[in-house]
């Protein structure tokens, strides 16, 4: 049975607490709490330039705008960084066909990969962008945005390691320097679907990594979270806020302590299209998550251990942190949801995972 703390609506932290050390600790005392038993937050009065937020929300519909042989020319098939355009329904969850058209674009990073070196250090690379002439200005405002995010979420993480009561460097070495580091953002447009479409627009599943950053680009509903009895709970847009949430990663190295949360996208409903842009926080490729032990405060555990249980979902898991690197639980992560990029640039991984070869039908999960 799940504890009476259980959640009904996900909750509002308010990052200008931090800059007084009067409200501080109170902050810190609410990201623990939804550490814990939320798995999801609002994070208002951030640090990320309203500014430059609004300027990349009117491009949004003008990337999507682009004629379509452009945004085929920058495909993800072309990239073995599984970064570039994908075509609607062109990604799978758990089998089954999401449907969003979207751009993968991540921060900038040369490749480290060289002959001799796992297939997973691949995986990280160059993006792919469209043609400068035809949307001036937004390969600038989206490189600032990442930027911006990246710096957030970096202290973010400082602030994740001191409220589990591991001191603000207790998961510092879960990140490489920063030439070794990339961090991936999508940018996805919901569109209406056709009569009789199952209202799919992300199917249920977890983040891989330690947080998520999603900036909800229009005022659609359609994001909702799973709590501890499984119910779903709506996660509206906040204007000025990102809902941040926590990946299967840190919900494995804390020993389950921190929650991940499943979650989905609802189809939007009216006559107007849903944007997003989701920023997905990385961990070292090469750290092997099973090798890392934490030690926690007893009275830190003790919450955990009052949380109650957390119900079972059918969303996707990341059971492969048990064995594998980071990397290679990403990259077979991507190999699922796009394996039309993985028969093309991993074909050995393509046909472990799908022996039968893959028919659009049915599931690698």
Not at 73 to 90: C, D, P, R, T, V
Not at 275 to 281: L, N, W
Request: charged share 20%.
């Amino acid at each position: 049975m799940a504890a009476s703390n259980d959640f009904s609506s996900v909750p509002v932290l308010d990052y200008s607490l931090l800059s007084s050390p009067d409200t501080r600790t109170k902050f810190i005392e609410q990201l623990r709490h939804t550490l814990i038993n939320v798995g999801f937050l609002y994070l208002s009065n951030h640090t990320v330039s309203n500014e430059v937020i609004s300027s990349l929300v009117e491009y949004i519909p003008k990337l999507f705008a682009l004629p379509q042989e452009e945004k085929e020319k920058i495909k993800m098939a072309n990239s073995e960084h599984f970064l570039g355009y994908s075509k609607l329904g062109a990604e799978l969850t758990k089998g089954a066909v999401d449907y969003r058209e979207q751009f993968d674009i991540a921060t900038p990073h040369a490749s480290r990969w060289k002959v001799g070196d796992p297939d997973y250090y691949r995986l990280w690379g160059p993006s792919q962008w469209p043609d400068e002439n035809l949307i001036p200005g937004f390969r600038q405002t989206f490189e600032t945005y990442l930027e911006q995010v990246q710096e957030l979420s970096y202290d973010f993480s400082s602030l994740i390691s001191e409220a589990l009561g591991l001191g603000p460097d207790g998961l510092a070495k879960f990140y490489d320097e920063d030439r070794l580091m990339q961090h991936r953002a999508k940018i996805v447009k919901y569109p209406i679907p056709p009569p009789g479409a199952n209202d799919q627009g992300v199917g249920p599943h977890y983040d891989a990594g330690f947080s998520t950053f999603l900036l909800q680009a229009s005022d659609h509903r359609g994001l909702q979270v799973q709590n501890l009895a499984g119910e779903w709970i709506d996660a509206p847009p906040i204007p000025g806020t990102f809902v941040i949430n926590f990946g299967k990663a840190l919900e494995f190295v804390t020993g389950g302590l921190a929650r991940a949360t499943s979650h989905r996208v609802l189809s939007p409903k009216g006559d107007t299209p849903r944007y997003s842009v989701p920023f997905f926080q990385n961990i070292s490729l090469t750290i092997k998550l099973a090798d890392e032990v934490l030690e926690f405060p007893p009275e830190i555990l003790k919450l955990r251990d009052t949380r109650g249980t957390v119900a079972n979902t059918d969303s996707v898991n990341f059971s492969e942190f048990h064995s594998e690197p980071s990397g290679k639980v990403n990259l077979i992560g991507r190999v699922k949801s796009h394996p039309d990029v993985a028969e093309r640039h991993y074909p050995e991984l393509f046909k472990a995972i799908f022996p039968n070869g893959f028919s659009g039908k049915g599931s690698a999960y």
